[in-house]
Protein backbone atom coordinates (compact mmCIF):
# COMPACT_ATOMS: atom_id res chain seq x y z
CA UNK A 1 0.00 0.00 0.00
CA UNK A 2 1.14 2.80 -1.03
CA UNK A 3 2.49 5.88 1.63
CA UNK A 4 2.99 9.51 0.98
CA UNK A 5 4.60 11.41 3.93
CA UNK A 6 5.60 15.28 4.00
CA UNK A 7 8.23 16.75 5.41
CA UNK A 8 8.04 19.13 7.61
CA UNK A 9 4.30 19.34 8.50
CA UNK A 10 4.59 23.34 9.20
CA UNK A 11 7.45 25.70 8.27
CA UNK A 12 7.45 29.80 8.70
CA UNK A 13 10.12 31.87 6.85
CA UNK A 14 10.98 35.18 6.42
CA UNK A 15 9.76 36.72 3.18
CA UNK A 16 12.51 36.35 0.41
CA UNK A 17 13.86 32.75 1.34
CA UNK A 18 14.04 30.12 -0.81
CA UNK A 19 12.48 27.14 0.57
CA UNK A 20 11.82 23.26 -0.10
CA UNK A 21 9.30 21.17 0.83
CA UNK A 22 9.98 17.22 0.82
CA UNK A 23 7.30 14.19 -0.20
CA UNK A 24 8.41 10.64 0.28
CA UNK A 25 6.43 7.87 -1.16
CA UNK A 26 6.79 3.80 -0.53
CA UNK A 27 6.16 2.24 -3.54
CA UNK A 28 8.31 3.95 -6.49
CA UNK A 29 5.59 2.31 -9.22
CA UNK A 30 3.77 5.35 -9.94
CA UNK A 31 2.48 7.29 -12.93
CA UNK A 32 2.80 10.67 -11.61
CA UNK A 33 3.05 13.20 -8.81
CA UNK A 34 1.79 15.97 -8.13
CA UNK A 35 2.29 19.57 -6.10
CA UNK A 36 -0.91 21.34 -5.16
CA UNK A 37 -1.82 24.24 -3.31
CA UNK A 38 -4.46 24.35 -0.58
CA UNK A 39 -5.75 27.75 0.93
CA UNK A 40 -8.46 28.12 3.84
CA UNK A 41 -12.06 27.03 2.47
CA UNK A 42 -10.98 26.29 -1.03
CA UNK A 43 -10.01 23.17 -2.84
CA UNK A 44 -7.11 22.06 -4.10
CA UNK A 45 -5.19 24.00 -7.07
CA UNK A 46 -2.67 21.91 -9.30
CA UNK A 47 0.46 23.39 -8.86
CA UNK A 48 3.00 20.87 -11.32
CA UNK A 49 1.88 17.80 -12.44
CA UNK A 50 5.54 15.31 -12.73
CA UNK A 51 4.86 12.01 -15.64
CA UNK A 52 7.02 9.53 -13.69
CA UNK A 53 9.26 9.58 -16.99
CA UNK A 54 10.55 12.82 -16.09
CA UNK A 55 12.47 14.18 -13.43
CA UNK A 56 11.57 17.63 -12.46
CA UNK A 57 9.12 20.90 -13.91
CA UNK A 58 9.41 24.46 -13.21
CA UNK A 59 6.47 26.74 -13.02
CA UNK A 60 7.67 30.31 -12.22
CA UNK A 61 9.32 30.49 -9.33
CA UNK A 62 8.07 26.89 -8.51
CA UNK A 63 10.60 23.94 -8.88
CA UNK A 64 9.54 20.32 -8.26
CA UNK A 65 11.57 17.08 -9.10
CA UNK A 66 10.92 13.62 -9.39
CA UNK A 67 13.23 10.81 -8.25
CA UNK A 68 11.45 7.65 -8.69
CA UNK A 69 14.24 5.28 -7.53
CA UNK A 70 14.68 6.81 -3.77
CA UNK A 71 10.79 7.68 -4.24
CA UNK A 72 11.59 11.56 -3.17
CA UNK A 73 10.16 14.92 -4.63
CA UNK A 74 10.81 18.04 -3.70
CA UNK A 75 8.96 21.29 -4.29
CA UNK A 76 11.63 24.28 -4.54
CA UNK A 77 10.21 27.80 -3.97
CA UNK A 78 12.46 30.67 -4.93
CA UNK A 79 11.89 34.04 -3.36
CA UNK A 80 9.24 33.64 -1.27
CA UNK A 81 6.45 35.67 -0.50
CA UNK A 82 3.26 36.24 2.15
CA UNK A 83 1.19 35.39 -1.02
CA UNK A 84 2.24 31.74 -0.81
CA UNK A 85 1.39 31.08 2.60
CA UNK A 86 -1.16 28.18 2.19
CA UNK A 87 -0.78 24.38 2.43
CA UNK A 88 1.23 22.36 0.37
CA UNK A 89 0.27 18.60 -0.88
CA UNK A 90 2.22 15.93 -3.16
CA UNK A 91 -0.16 13.13 -4.65
CA UNK A 92 1.36 10.34 -5.85
CA UNK A 93 -0.98 8.35 -8.66
CA UNK A 94 -0.86 5.06 -9.87
CA UNK A 95 -3.42 3.96 -12.31
CA UNK A 96 -6.56 3.61 -10.21
CA UNK A 97 -4.88 4.92 -6.89
CA UNK A 98 -4.26 9.00 -5.65
CA UNK A 99 -2.36 8.97 -2.20
CA UNK A 100 -1.89 12.60 -0.86
CA UNK A 101 0.61 13.33 1.84
CA UNK A 102 -0.66 15.69 4.41
CA UNK A 103 0.45 18.33 3.77
CA UNK A 104 2.93 20.86 4.46
CA UNK A 105 1.53 24.21 6.18
CA UNK A 106 3.54 27.10 5.16
CA UNK A 107 3.52 30.79 6.42
CA UNK A 108 5.84 33.43 5.01
CA UNK A 109 6.39 36.23 7.01
CA UNK A 110 6.12 39.66 5.68
CA UNK B 1 -6.91 9.27 12.18
CA UNK B 2 -10.05 10.76 10.13
CA UNK B 3 -10.90 8.37 6.79
CA UNK B 4 -12.96 9.82 4.03
CA UNK B 5 -14.62 6.68 2.15
CA UNK B 6 -15.42 6.87 -1.93
CA UNK B 7 -17.15 4.02 -3.59
CA UNK B 8 -17.08 2.44 -6.02
CA UNK B 9 -13.03 2.53 -6.60
CA UNK B 10 -13.77 0.95 -10.20
CA UNK B 11 -16.84 1.02 -12.80
CA UNK B 12 -17.36 0.27 -16.03
CA UNK B 13 -20.54 1.50 -17.95
CA UNK B 14 -22.20 1.77 -21.06
CA UNK B 15 -22.55 5.44 -22.80
CA UNK B 16 -25.49 6.61 -22.22
CA UNK B 17 -26.08 5.38 -18.63
CA UNK B 18 -25.48 7.09 -15.23
CA UNK B 19 -23.21 6.41 -12.30
CA UNK B 20 -23.25 7.29 -9.13
CA UNK B 21 -19.70 7.74 -6.80
CA UNK B 22 -20.33 8.11 -3.37
CA UNK B 23 -18.09 9.78 -0.82
CA UNK B 24 -18.65 9.74 3.18
CA UNK B 25 -16.67 11.00 5.54
CA UNK B 26 -16.70 8.31 8.04
CA UNK B 27 -15.62 10.33 11.66
CA UNK B 28 -16.31 13.49 11.07
CA UNK B 29 -18.78 16.29 10.17
CA UNK B 30 -17.90 17.74 6.49
CA UNK B 31 -19.74 20.92 6.04
CA UNK B 32 -17.74 21.29 2.97
CA UNK B 33 -16.41 18.30 0.30
CA UNK B 34 -14.83 18.78 -2.79
CA UNK B 35 -15.00 16.96 -6.36
CA UNK B 36 -12.02 16.72 -8.46
CA UNK B 37 -11.30 14.77 -12.15
CA UNK B 38 -8.06 13.87 -13.27
CA UNK B 39 -8.02 13.01 -17.00
CA UNK B 40 -5.37 10.82 -18.32
CA UNK B 41 -1.60 12.31 -18.35
CA UNK B 42 -3.26 15.30 -17.11
CA UNK B 43 -3.27 17.56 -13.37
CA UNK B 44 -6.13 16.58 -11.22
CA UNK B 45 -8.90 19.73 -10.91
CA UNK B 46 -11.12 20.99 -8.97
CA UNK B 47 -14.94 20.22 -10.76
CA UNK B 48 -17.02 21.42 -7.91
CA UNK B 49 -17.17 22.63 -4.26
CA UNK B 50 -20.13 20.45 -2.73
CA UNK B 51 -21.99 22.38 0.63
CA UNK B 52 -24.19 20.64 3.13
CA UNK B 53 -27.71 21.92 2.46
CA UNK B 54 -27.09 24.41 -0.39
CA UNK B 55 -26.33 23.97 -4.03
CA UNK B 56 -23.03 23.23 -5.32
CA UNK B 57 -20.96 25.66 -6.71
CA UNK B 58 -18.63 24.56 -9.97
CA UNK B 59 -15.50 25.77 -11.69
CA UNK B 60 -15.92 26.89 -15.26
CA UNK B 61 -16.01 24.52 -17.71
CA UNK B 62 -18.19 21.83 -15.48
CA UNK B 63 -21.37 21.24 -16.50
CA UNK B 64 -23.81 21.28 -13.55
CA UNK B 65 -27.02 19.37 -15.46
CA UNK B 66 -24.36 17.00 -16.64
CA UNK B 67 -22.22 16.58 -12.50
CA UNK B 68 -25.06 16.54 -10.11
CA UNK B 69 -23.93 16.65 -6.53
CA UNK B 70 -25.75 16.24 -3.34
CA UNK B 71 -24.49 16.72 -0.14
CA UNK B 72 -27.78 16.01 1.92
CA UNK B 73 -25.76 15.09 4.94
CA UNK B 74 -22.58 16.22 7.11
CA UNK B 75 -21.24 13.16 6.23
CA UNK B 76 -22.56 11.73 2.70
CA UNK B 77 -21.70 13.95 -0.56
CA UNK B 78 -22.72 12.24 -4.17
CA UNK B 79 -21.51 12.34 -8.04
CA UNK B 80 -23.37 11.91 -10.63
CA UNK B 81 -22.59 11.86 -14.17
CA UNK B 82 -25.52 11.59 -15.99
CA UNK B 83 -25.66 10.46 -19.36
CA UNK B 84 -22.16 9.35 -19.35
CA UNK B 85 -20.12 9.19 -22.54
CA UNK B 86 -16.50 8.03 -23.37
CA UNK B 87 -15.20 11.24 -22.91
CA UNK B 88 -16.50 11.30 -19.14
CA UNK B 89 -13.94 8.28 -18.47
CA UNK B 90 -11.74 9.60 -15.86
CA UNK B 91 -10.44 9.15 -12.70
CA UNK B 92 -13.06 10.87 -9.64
CA UNK B 93 -11.58 11.93 -6.00
CA UNK B 94 -13.49 13.65 -3.36
CA UNK B 95 -12.33 15.07 -0.21
CA UNK B 96 -14.18 16.01 2.81
CA UNK B 97 -12.83 19.12 4.88
CA UNK B 98 -12.51 18.47 8.47
CA UNK B 99 -12.69 21.67 10.64
CA UNK B 100 -12.06 19.82 14.22
CA UNK B 101 -8.85 21.34 15.92
CA UNK B 102 -6.95 24.35 15.47
CA UNK B 103 -6.53 23.73 11.74
CA UNK B 104 -8.23 23.37 8.94
CA UNK B 105 -7.33 19.82 7.10
CA UNK B 106 -8.41 17.96 4.23
CA UNK B 107 -9.06 14.15 3.69
CA UNK B 108 -9.42 12.24 0.17
CA UNK B 109 -11.20 9.56 -0.81
CA UNK B 110 -9.26 6.51 -2.74
CA UNK B 111 -11.45 7.82 -5.81
CA UNK B 112 -13.25 6.19 -8.66
CA UNK B 113 -11.71 5.05 -12.22
CA UNK B 114 -14.30 5.43 -14.14
CA UNK B 115 -14.85 3.91 -17.78
CA UNK B 116 -17.62 4.47 -20.27
CA UNK B 117 -17.69 2.32 -23.27
Known amino acids: KQEVTQIPAALSVPEGENLVLNCSFTDSAIYNLQWFRQDPGKGLTSLLLIQSSQREQTSGRLNASLDKSSGRSTLYIAASQPGDSATYLC?????????FGAGTRLTVKP | GAVVSQHPSRVICKSGTSVKIECRSL??????MFWYRQFPKQSLMLMATSNEGSKATYEQGVEKDKFLINHASLTLSTLTVTSAHPEDSSFYICSARDLTGSNEKLFFGSGTQLSVL
Open chain 2, 27 to 32: DFQATT
Open chain 1, 91 to 99: AVFNNNDMR
